[in-house]
Structures are given as structure tokens and as C-alpha cells.
């Protein structure tokens, strides 16, 4: 509940996430049915990568900065389009901005998070917002309490901060228990990487279980062997929509030739963890 996520908006991970979440919310706006998304660490919407908190860690540099200064957006160009169109920079769109973004009339999204300033924050940006409802609740009970939607589609979006131990079976259990109650809905579900031991375990927990269709998107800027630092982070997708796995592979390919420093071990990787 300490986590705010202002000292580090638009670093490397939120470049993967969010340009890997776009796809995913085009590829729902294809079908005419209304959808629905619940995004359960929310955070406060927008970011001011000119404020004091950016300024303190300095992240967005190594992150967006060598994106947009990276040339021809190719593959990017979508989510690179969208968020020029938001206003970054300085103002830095995070998931609920960028959803929102793309949501159609018919369309609803629904906000948690628990800590009770960047909950007022986010409540203030939303305001009058028919489409937008907003929640100061623990992200792992909103996933029970809140599905399955009214529409029968839609997509959760799991981003903890990985703050406390063990959080990865937490976002296991979480993606278990919107898998039962929703077996149609699409769950992007972000991890850090610092090293490999628990990402081996969440992703054989995926396999082991009763959760069917699941891709992982992965990044890594340096080989990741040291637990005190994030190397990378990844992508855990259930029931991705066709196409995804080949958008996933040029995007990834494209933010670590910007992002990446040639640093030993980088790399990316996109690969199935369970079959439909």
C-alpha cells in the first residue's frame, strides 16, 4: 500500500505493458459486443514525467525517452500514436488512461486501487465519467467481487507491485479465480523479472493448473541473475486473441532495440505456457 507508482512511470516496464496492452484492448473493440475492463492496481492515471517523483528517479529516461527518441515508431506506432494524442509528454498515460482511450460508447472500465491518495487522485480524473467507476479496494478481493462482467467479455488487468513476499502466488491464485468465473475473458497479468527461480515457478503453477491458453511476453535488459534489481519484466496473457503472439514478438523486438544497452543476456522472448 506504500507503492505509488509516479518515481516510475514510463520506465522500461511500463513501456513493455503498456505497449503490449493496447493489442489486446484493439483486438476487443473488434468484436461489436460491449466489453468490460477491470484494471486492479490502477494507480492515478496520468503521470507528470516533469514532476518532482520522475524527477527523483529519473526511470523514464532509460524508458520512454530512448523509445521516442528511437526514430520511426514501426511496430510501436499505435501506442506510440495514442499517447501523443494524450499529451505525453510531460503528461504520461498509464493503463486506465490508455484504456479508457479506447473504449467505445458501449464500453465500461472499472478502477481499483487501495492507496487513499492516488485513489482520490485517480477519483478526481475520472469524475462525471458514465463510463468509468472507481474503487479504493485490495486488488485481490475486486477480482472475486467484481466478476464476471455483465457483458460476458472483457479483460482484467493484474499489475501488482511486487512489494511483498509472495506476491507471485497471489497473482496465480488471482488469475485462477477470474479464470472460473469468467473462462472467456482476457487476463493480462504483469511480473517482474530479477531472476529466474520464481518466474520458473509461475509459470509451471500456469502449466499445472486447470488455466488453458496461456502466452508469456517477456523482456530482459541484462541477464537476470540478481535478485536486488529489476532486469526485466513479462507479460502473462490468458486467452490472447489471434494475432497477439506474432504483435507481442514485434513489439518486444523493437522496445529492446531501443531500450536495450547491449548489456550480456538481454533479450525477449515470447512463448506458450499452456495449449488451448
Known amino acids: ?32 459486443a460491449p466489453f468490460r475492463v477491470l484494471d486492479t492496481h490502477a494507480g492515478i492515471g496520468w503521470y507528470d514525467l516533469e514532476g518532482s517523483e520522475a524527477a527523483r528517479t529519473g526511470e523514464w529516461q532509460d524508458g520512454l525517452a530512448r523509445v521516442l527518441a528511437g526514430g520511426e515508431a514501426g511496430p510501436l506506432a499505435d501506442w506510440l500514436g ?21 473504449l467505445r460508447p458501449e464500453d465500461k472500465l472499472v478502477l481499483c486501487e487501495l492507496h487513499p491518495e492516488d485513489n482520490q487522485t485517480l477519483r478526481r480524473a475520472f469524475a462525471r465519467d458514465p463510463q468509468v467507476a472507481v474503487h479504493q479496494r485490495d486488488a485481490y478481493e475486486a477480482v472475486t467481487a467484481l466478476t464476471p462482467f455483465p457483458e460476458k467479455r472483457g479483460l482484467v488487468l493484474i499489475d501488482p507491485p511486487f512489494e511483498q513476499p509472495g506476491e507471485f ?31 520458473r515457478a509461475f509459470h509451471q503453477a500456469l502449466a499445472d ?43 518486444l523486438a523493437e522496445l529492446l532495440a531501443r531500450m536495450g544497452r547491449g548489456e550480456p543476456g ?3 522472448d515470447v512463448k506458450r505456457i499452456c495449449d488451448e
Open 1 to 32: 500500500m506504500n507503492y505509488r507508482h509516479a518515481f516510475h512511470a514510463g520506465n522500461f516496464a511500463d513501456c513493455v505493458k503498456h505497449a503490449l496492452l493496447v493489442p489486446l484492448l484493439r483486438a476487443l473493440a473488434r468484436k461489436p
Open 82 to 102: 495514442l499517447i501523443e494524442q494524450l499529451g505525453c509528454p510531460p503528461r504520461y498515460p498509464g493503463s486506465p488512461a490508455l484504456t479508457r482511450a479506447l
Open 266 to 268: 538481454q533479450g525477449w
Open 169 to 199: 502466488e497471489r497473482l496465480f491464485t488471482a488469475m485462477a479465480q477470474v479464470n472460473k468465473r469468467m473462462r472467456g475473458a482476457v487476463i493480462a497479468a504483469w511480473y517482474p523479472i530479477k531472476h529466474r527461480a520464481p518466474v
Open 209 to 251: 493448473s486447470e488455466i488453458r491458453d496461456v502466452l508469456t511476453a517477456e523482456l530482459w535488459l541484462r541477464e537476470p541473475t540478481d535478485p536486488r534489481r529489476l532486469n526485466g519484466c513479462g507479460l502473462a496473457v490468458v486467452n490472447p486473441p489471434w494475432g497477439w503472439a506474432e504483435q507481442a514478438e514485434a513489439i
